[in-house]
C-alpha cells in the first residue's frame, strides 16, 4: 500500500472520525439546547407565578383601583408562560415526573385563574360602592374603613369575599411554586448525565482532538491574527464613535460607580467633575440634585439589579429623565442646566450586570417647551381679553378708557411733583388707583382689576410703615407702567371693534349708560356676595348729570354701591325674618335745589347705620375707649374716616377702609357736602350736594 494511499485513507478515517465526533457534538449539543430552552421557559412559568404573588399581595396595601392594573398584566404573563409551557416535549417524554408536575401546575393555574377573575369581578363591585373622591387611592384597609364608617353591609361581605379570595390565590401560587423543587432535582440529574455521556465522548475522541489540534492550531492562529486586526479596528471605529456621539455615553457596576469608560461628550459636559469610580450618588451631588432626588434615583437604579423587576418596566418611572442642576462653564461661572438621564441594563464579559447610561443636556428643550407655555398663556389671555372687551359697550368703553387715563395723569403728575408731604401724595395715589381699579371691576376687566389690586396692596403695605420716602413711593407703584400699557391695548383693540359692534348693538335705549352700569354692578357683585338687589332709578335720568359732575358721581355711586352690598343689604332669609322683601333695593335721584346746587340721593332698605357696632369695632381698633358709647352722629363721622371698616377680612372689593373715605374726599374736592339720614334695619340715604358752578 503506498504511502499516498495510507495517507488517503487516513485521511479518510480521520475525516470519518471528525465527522462522527461532529455529529456526536452537534447531537448532544442539540440536546442540551433544547433542553436549555424548555428549562428557560419553566424558569419563565416560576418568575410570572413570583411576579403574580407580587402582584396579589400589592391588593393589600397599594391603591386597589390602580393595581388592578398591575394584576392583569401579571396575569397575562403568567398565561403565556403556561401556554408556553404547554409546548414542552422533550423533557416531559424524558421524566414522567416533569410531564406529571407540568399537568399539575396547569390545572392549578386552571383553578387560579378562575379565582383571579372572581376577585377581580369582586373588585369591580367594590369599586362601584366607593364615592368617587376616595375611588381612587383607596387600599384594603381603606375600604374595610369606609365600609365601617358608611355601615355598608354589602361592601363589608365583598370585602371579606375580597380577603378571602386572595389568601386562597396567594396559596395556590406557593403551592405552584412549591412543585418546581421536584422539576429542578430531575432536571439536574439530567443535566448530570449529559455532562457523564459527555466526559466519555471527550475521552473516546481525545486521540482524534490531539491529531486534528495540529492543524487547527494553525487555523487558530491564523484566526487570531484575524480577530486581532478586526478588534483593533473594532477598537478605533469605538473610539471614534465615543468622540464624535453626542451622548454623554456612561456605565455603573453593581456599586453605582461611574466607570472609566464614557463619551467625548460626556467628558466635556462634566469636565469639572472627577467622576471616574465615583458613586452616581455623588456625582449627582456634585451636580446640586436635590438630596431627596438623590435618594430617589439610588433607589431606582438598585432595581436594575433585582432579578424578580422586569427592567423594561423601570425605563418609564425614571425619576431622572428631566433634572434641573448647576453646572460650571469653562470660566467657572455657575449655569442652570436641564439634563436627561436614560438607564439600560447590560451584561459585561465576566458575565456580571452593568448599567449603561445616556445624558444629554436638554436645556434649549425645556426653554422652548416653557416659551411656548407661557406664549399659549399669553395667547388663551389675549383671547379672554378680545372676549371681555366685546361685551362692553362702546360708550362704555370709552367712558373707561378716558376716565382711567385722566387718573392716571393725575398719578404721574403727583410723582413728578416735588411734594415733601409723602404721606399725602401716597394717600392720593391709592385714591386714584382704587377709582380706576372699581371702574375694571365694574366692566369685568379682570386683568387690569388684579393688577390694581396688587398695586393697591403694595401702597397699603407702605401706608403701615413709620417712614415713607419717595423711593418707595416710586417702588409700591412701579406696576403702573403695566398698568398704562393694558390701557393702550384697549385703545386699540377698542377702535378695530367699535364699528363692528356699533353695528349690532342698540346704544340709544331709554336707559342711560350711568344706570346700567350701577345695576350691573347692583347685580353682579351681590349675586357673589349671596345677595338679591335691584335699583330703583325712576326719578333719575343721567342724562342730567352736568358734564363736570360726570365723573366724581360715577365714582360716588360706585362706592356707594359697593358700600351697600357688602355692608347694607342684608342676605334674603335675614331680610324675610325682618319682614322685608327678599330682594333688596337702591334707589337713585336727582334734583335741583333753590341754592342752585345738584342734590343727588342713594338710598338703601338695608341694615341702616348701627352705632352699636360701629363703638364696638372701635373699641377693639383703639379708636374708641372701652365704655364709651358713639351716638349716631359720631358714628357716621367714624366711618367716613381713613381705614375705618366693619367687614371680617380684605378682599378686592372691600374691607380696605378706603370707600366711604374716598367719597368723602371726592365730595370735598368739588367743594360739596354729603348728609345721611338712618334708621336702624330700616334704611340708609346718603345725600350729596354739588354746586352747579363746580361743572363748568
Given at each position: ?11 479518510v478515517?480521520?475525516n470519518?472520525v471528525?465527522?462522527?465526533?461532529c455529529?456526536?457534538f ?5 440536546r442540551n439546547?433544547v433542553?436549555?430552552e424548555?428549562i428557560?421557559?419553566?424558569?419563565a ?7 403574580e ?7 393589600f ?6 393595581h388592578?392594573?398591575v ?5 397575562r ?7 408556553d409551557?404547554?409546548?414542552i416535549r422533550y423533557l ?8 406529571d408536575?407540568?399537568?399539575n401546575i ?7 385563574r378562575?379565582?383571579?377573575s ?9 369599586l ?5 373622591s376616595?375611588?381612587?387611592t383607596a ?18 361581605e365583598r ?9 386562597d ?16 432535582q ?7 448525565t449529559?455532562?457523564?455521556n ?8 481525545f486521540?482524534?482532538i ?17 480577530i ?6 473594532a ?7 465615543f468622540?464624535n ?5 456612561f456605565?455603573?457596576?453593581?456599586s453605582?460607580?461611574?466607570?472609566h ?16 469610580n465615583m458613586?452616581?450618588?455623588e456625582?449627582l451631588?456634585?451636580l ?24 423594561a418596566?423601570?425605563?418609564q418611572?425614571n425619576?431622572?429623565?428631566k ?9 467657572k461661572n455657575s449655569k ?24 444629554k443636556?436638554?436645556t ?13 398663556a399669553?395667547?388663551?389671555e ?8 366685546m ?17 392716571l ?11 415733601s ?12 388707583v382704587?377709582s ?15 393688577l390694581?389690586n396688587?398695586?393697591e396692596?403694595?401702597i ?5 410703615t ?9 417702588d ?11 390701557l393702550d ?15 349690532f ?8 349708560l350711568?344706570?346700567r352700569?350701577?345695576n ?6 351681590g ?15 343721567s ?10 358721581v ?8 359697593r ?6 343689604i342684608?342676605?334674603p ?35 341702616g ?5 360701629i ?6 381698633k383703639?379708636?374708641?375707649k372701652?365704655?364709651?358709647?358713639l351716638?349716631?352722629?359720631?358714628a ?8 375705618f371698616?366693619?367687614a371680617?377680612g380684605n378682599?378686592?372689593m ?5 370707600g366711604?373715605?374716598?367719597?368723602k374726599?371726592k ?9 345721611i339720614?338712618?334708621e336702624?334695619w330700616?334704611y ?7 354746586p352747579l358752578?363746580?361743572?363748568?
Amino acid at each position: 500500500m503506498s504511502l499516498r494511499t495510507k495517507f488517503i485513507l487516513l485521511l479518510v478515517l480521520l475525516n470519518s472520525v471528525i465527522l462522527f465526533f461532529c455529529f456526536a457534538f452537534f447531537f448532544n449539543n442539540n440536546r442540551n439546547n433544547v433542553i436549555r430552552e424548555e428549562i428557560s421557559i419553566i424558569d419563565a412559568v416560576n418568575k410570572a407565578l413570583y411576579e403574580e404573588r407580587i402582584a396579589i399581595r400589592g391588593l393589600f396595601i397599594l391603591p386597589v383601583s390602580r393595581h388592578v392594573i398591575v394584576v392583569e398584566n401579571a396575569e397575562r404573563n403568567l398565561d403565556q408562560a403556561i401556554s408556553d409551557l404547554l409546548s414542552i416535549r422533550y423533557l416531559t417524554n424524558l421524566s414522567p415526573v416533569i410531564d406529571d408536575s407540568i399537568r399539575n401546575i396547569v390545572l392549578e393555574r386552571y383553578a387560579s385563574r378562575m379565582a383571579v377573575s372572581e376577585l377581580l369581578d369582586i373588585i369591580d363591585k367594590i369599586l362601584i360602592e366607593l364615592d368617587r373622591s376616595v375611588r381612587a387611592t383607596a387600599n384594603f384597609e381603606a375600604i374595610n374603613a369606609y365600609a365601617v364608617r358608611h355601615n355598608n353591609e354589602l361592601l363589608k361581605e365583598r370585602a371579606e369575599a375580597f380577603s378571602s379570595f386572595l389568601f386562597d390565590i396567594e396559596q395556590n401560587i406557593e403551592n405552584s411554586l412549591a412543585n418546581f423543587g421536584a422539576q429542578y432535582q430531575t432536571i439536574e440529574e439530567e443535566r448530570a448525565t449529559i455532562e457523564r455521556n459527555s466526559i466519555i465522548t471527550f475521552i473516546i475522541f481525545f486521540l482524534t482532538i490531539a491529531i486534528t489540534s495540529i492543524i487547527a492550531g494553525w487555523l487558530i492562529a491564523r484566526s487570531i491574527i484575524n480577530i486581532t486586526y478586526n478588534l483593533d479596528r473594532a477598537n478605533k471605529e469605538t473610539d471614534a464613535v465615543f468622540k464624535n456621539i453626542q451622548e454623554g455615553i456612561f456605565h455603573l457596576d453593581e456599586s453605582l460607580k461611574i466607570g472609566h469608560l464614557c463619551s467625548k461628550y460626556f467628558e466635556d459636559l462634566f469636565g469639572n467633575i472627577y467622576f471616574r469610580n465615583m458613586l452616581f450618588t455623588e456625582f449627582l451631588k456634585e451636580l446640586g440634585v436635590s438630596a431627596k432626588d438623590i435618594l430617589v434615583s439610588d433607589d431606582y437604579l438598585g432595581l436594575f439589579f433585582n432579578e424578580k423587576i422586569n427592567s423594561a418596566l423601570l425605563v418609564q418611572a425614571n425619576p431622572l429623565d428631566k433634572v434641573h442642576v448647576s453646572m460650571l462653564d469653562e470660566n467657572k461661572n455657575s449655569k442652570e442646566r436641564y439634563l436627561c438621564f436614560i438607564f439600560s441594563v447590560f451584561t459585561n464579559a465576566n458575565n456580571k450586570k452593568e448599567i449603561l447610561g445616556t445624558v444629554k443636556d436638554i436645556t434649549e428643550e425645556v426653554i422652548y417647551a416653557e416659551a411656548l407655555k407661557e406664549e399659549e398663556a399669553k395667547s388663551k389671555e389675549k383671547i379672554e381679553h378680545l372676549v371681555q372687551i366685546m361685551n362692553i359697550e362702546p360708550a362704555t368703553m370709552e367712558e373707561f378708557l378716558e376716565d382711567s387715563q385722566d387718573e392716571l395723569e393725575y398719578i404721574n403728575n403727583l410723582l413728578k411733583s416735588n411734594r415733601s408731604d409723602y404721606r399725602n401724595v401716597i394717600n392720593e395715589v391709592y385714591f386714584a388707583v382704587h377709582s380706576v381699579k372699581g371702574n375694571a371691576q365694574l366692566l369685568g376687566l379682570t386683568n387690569i382689576a388684579g393688577l390694581l389690586n396688587k398695586i393697591e396692596d403694595n401702597i397699603k403695605s407702605l401706608l403701615d410703615t413709620n417712614e415713607i420716602t419717595w423711593e418707595s413711593i416710586l417702588d409700591s407703584t412701579i406696576q403702573l407702567g403695566t398698568i398704562q400699557e393694558n390701557l393702550d391695548d384697549l385703545r386699540s383693540r377698542v377702535k378695530e371693534l367699535l364699528a363692528y359692534q356699533a353695528k349690532f348693538k342698540n346704544l340709544e335705549g331709554k336707559t342711560g349708560l350711568f344706570e346700567r352700569t350701577l345695576n350691573r354692578i347692583l347685580v353682579t357683585e351681590g349675586m357673589k356676595d349671596g345677595k338679591i338687589l335691584n335699583l330703583d332709578h325712576k326719578h333719575f335720568n343721567s342724562k342730567n348729570i352736568p358734564k363736570g359732575h360726570r365723573k366724581i358721581v360715577k365714582d360716588i355711586f360706585v362706592q356707594l354701591a359697593r358700600n351697600t352690598i357688602y355692608h347694607g343689604i342684608e342676605k334674603p332669609d335675614e331680610r324675610e325674618k325682618r319682614g322685608k322683601s327678599p330682594q333688596g333695593t337702591v334707589s337713585i335721584s336727582l334734583k335741583k335745589d333753590k341754592a342752585g346746587n345738584i342734590v343727588y340721593v342713594f338710598k338703601d332698605d338695608g341694615n341702616g347705620i348701627d352705632a352699636g357696632k360701629i363703638t364696638k369695632i372701635a373699641q377693639e381698633k383703639g379708636l374708641v375707649k372701652k365704655g364709651d358709647v358713639l351716638d349716631l352722629d359720631e358714628a357716621v363721622k367714624l366711618i367716613f374716616s381713613m381705614g375705618f371698616s366693619t367687614a371680617e377680612g380684605n378682599s378686592s372689593m372691600a374691607g380696605r377702609g378706603i370707600g366711604l373715605n374716598l367719597i368723602k374726599e371726592k365730595v370735598s374736592s368739588a367743594k360739596g357736602k354729603i348728609k345721611i339720614r338712618t334708621e336702624k334695619w330700616k334704611y340708609c340715604e346718603y345725600i350729596i350736594f354739588l354746586p352747579l358752578a363746580q361743572s363748568i
